[in-house]
C-alpha cells in the first residue's frame, strides 16, 4: 500500500497584467497544481521443486493504482483579460499580454480535477533447465478507465558458458499510458522566441487552440526492448560485466515545439470564444509525436587487491548511448495564401535535442580504500559534449558544449558501531560547465542542460548516527 502526493503552489511578484494597464497590481496567485498517487499491491510467491536439484520460482500478483491531477484557479488579476487587450471597435488584440506576466494564472476554463484508475495482473517465472542454463518469462496485463488495456511479456536467459564467462539476455514489450497531467496540463509561461520574448502556452490536446494547431487525442506509448551481454571473471577478485541495450519506442509522448499563432488562427479561435488565443504568440501540447531507436553499451569493471598494504578496490565505468529520431508525424497546414502544405510539429532543432542533448560517452574510475576504521572513495568522472537549443526557443541559439572533467571524494571514520563522520565533495575542483555565447541575450550564464550542473562544486560533512 503507497500513497504519494505533491503540490505547487505558485506565487509571483515584482511582474504585471499589461491587459489591466495602470489598474493591474504587482503581485499574483497564479494558482496551485497537485497530483495524487495511490497503489495497492498483492505479491504471492512460491517454490516447486523439481527433483533435489531444480525448482520453479513462481510469483504472481494483482495491483491497483489510481491518479488524480488538479489545477486550482489563480487569482482573478492573474489570468483576466483587460481593458487594454482589444480595440472595442475593431475586436482585435492591440498586443497587450493577457494575465500575469511571466506566468499567467490558470483560469476557470483551465482549472479542475481528472482522476483515472488502472488495474493489472502478473506472472514470473524462473526455471533451471539444467545446472548452466536459467531460463524466465514474465507477462502483465493492464487495464486503463481511460486507454484501454495492455498485454506483455517478457524473455530472459542466462547461461554459464565456462568457469569464467557467463552469458546473459533478454526481450521485452513495454506499455506507458499518458498521465493525467499531460492529458490535462495548462501553462503559460512567457518564454524566449525567435522573435524575443513571448507568451507561450503548453495545453492540452484536446483544446480548442491545440486543435486548431492540428492535435489529436493521445495514445499510449509502446517499445521494443532488446539486450543481451556477458559477465566474466578474469582472475580471482577481478571481473567485468559488458551488455549491450536496444530499445525502440512507438509513439513516444512529448510536448510539440512552440507552434506560433498566425492571425487567422487568432481570429477563429476568438470568434469561437476562446478570447485568451489572443494573448499567445505561440502554443505547445503533448502529443504521440515520433518514433525513437536508443541503443547503447555498459561496461562495468572491478578490481580489488592491496595498495600500500591498504585493501583497495577500483572500478572502471563505461557508457555509450545513441538515439535516433526514426519518424515524425506530419500535419497537414495551411498559407497565408490558402495552399495546403505538410510540415511536422517538431523543429530540427527539438529533433537535435532528443538526439545530442545527453553526452553519447561517459565514464567514471573510482578508488575505493578502507584501512581499520578509516575508509576513503575518490572519483573520476568524464561527461562528451552535447547539444543544447538554449531555452527550446529555435531561434538560432545552438549551443555545442564541450567535454568535462570532474573529481568526486569522500573520507569517511567510523568511530564506533553506531556513529560515522564523513567529509566529501562533489565536483571537487568547483567545475564549472563551457559558458553560454547567447548570455548576453538570453541572461543565463551557462547551458541549462549541462550534465555537470551549473552551480559547480557541492561540499559536505555528514553524520550517521544510528540509535
Not at 86 to 102: A, K, V, Y
Not at 147 to 154: E, I, R, V
Not at 187 to 207: C, S, W
Request: proline share 4%; no cysteine.
Amino acid at each position: 500500500l503507497g500513497v504519494g502526493y505533491s503540490e505547487i503552489n505558485y506565487q509571483i511578484s515584482r511582474t504585471v497584467n499589461p491587459s489591466l494597464g495602470p489598474d493591474t497590481p504587482f503581485s499574483f496567485n497564479p494558482g496551485l497544481a497537485s497530483q495524487l498517487e495511490k497503489n495497492i499491491n498483492l505479491d504471492l510467491f512460491k517454490q516447486f521443486k523439481i527433483d533435489d536439484k531444480y525448482q520453479i520460482n513462481f510469483a504472481t500478483g494483482l495491483e491497483w493504482r489510481g491518479e488524480s491531477y488538479r489545477q486550482k484557479m489563480g487569482d482573478i488579476a492573474s489570468y483576466t483579460v483587460g481593458h487594454l487587450a482589444f480595440d472595442p471597435n475593431t475586436g482585435l488584440s492591440q498586443g497587450f499580454g493577457i494575465g500575469s506576466n511571466g506566468f499567467t494564472g490558470y483560469n476557470p476554463q483551465s482549472a479542475g480535477k481528472w482522476s483515472r484508475g488502472n488495474w493489472a495482473v502478473y506472472s514470473d517465472f524462473e526455471m533451471h533447465m539444467s545446472d548452466a542454463f536459467l531460463f524466465g518469462f514474465a507477462t502483465r496485463y493492464e487495464s486503463f478507465t481511460d486507454f484501454g488495456s495492455a498485454f506483455d511479456g517478457k524473455v530472459s536467459a542466462r547461461m554459464i558458458l565456462n568457469k569464467s564467462l557467463t552469458f546473459r539476455g533478454s526481450m521485452s514489450t513495454g506499455f506507458k499510458a499518458p498521465t493525467v497531467g499531460q492529458s490535462n496540463v495548462v501553462n503559460v509561461t512567457t518564454a524566449f522566441a525567435p522573435d524575443g520574448l513571448e507568451d507561450q502556452a503548453t495545453l492540452p490536446p484536446t483544446n480548442a487552440i491545440s486543435i486548431q494547431l492540428g492535435a489529436t487525442p493521445l495514445r499510449p506509448e509502446e517499445s521494443q526492448n532488446t539486450s543481451f551481454g556477458i559477465v566474466g571473471e578474469i582472475a580471482e577478485r577481478f571481473y567485468f560485466t559488458f551488455d549491450y541495450f536496444n530499445i525502440k519506442l512507438h509513439d513516444r509522448i512529448s510536448t510539440t515545439s512552440a507552434l506560433s499563432l498566425s492571425q487567422d488562427d487568432i481570429q477563429v479561435l476568438v470568434n469561437a470564444g476562446n478570447t485568451e488565443a489572443a494573448g499567445y504568440g505561440s502554443a505547445k501540447y503533448f502529443t504521440n509525436d515520433f518514433d525513437t531507436t536508443t541503443q547503447g553499451i555498459d561496461l562495468v569493471v572491478n578490481y580489488e587487491n592491496y595498495v600500500f598494504n591498504t585493501p583497495s578496490r577500483f572500478m572502471f565505468t563505461y557508457n555509450w548511448t545513441d538515439t535516433k529520431v526514426d519518424r515524425t508525424s506530419l500535419y497537414v497546414r495551411t498559407r497565408i495564401d490558402g495552399s495546403i502544405y505538410f510540415d511536422s510539429n517538431l523543429t530540427p532543432q527539438r529533433i537535435q535535442m532528443i538526439e545530442d542533448n545527453l553526452p553519447a560517452h561517459r565514464a567514471s574510475f573510482s578508488m575505493i580504500q578502507a584501512f581499520n576504521d578509516l575508509s576513503s572513495n575518490i572519483r573520476l568522472n568524464y561527461y562528451a559534449g552535447f547539444y543544447e537549443d538554449h531555452l527550446n526557443a529555435a531561434a538560432g541559439l545552438d549551443i555545442y558544449a564541450g567535454s568535462e572533467v570532474t573529481i568526486d571524494a569522500d573520507i569517511s571514520y567510523q568511530f564506533n558501531a553506531n556513529f560515522k563522520l564523513s567529509v566529501g565533495a562533489k565536483n571537487l575542483f568547483d567545475n564549472r560547465p563551457d559558458s553560454n555565447p547567447f548570455s548576453g541575450e538570453a541572461g543565463a550564464l551557462y547551458p541549462a542542460t549541462s550534465t555537470v550542473g551549473i552551480n559547480g562544486g557541492f561540499y559536505y560533512i555528514r553524520v550517521i548516527n544510528e540509535f
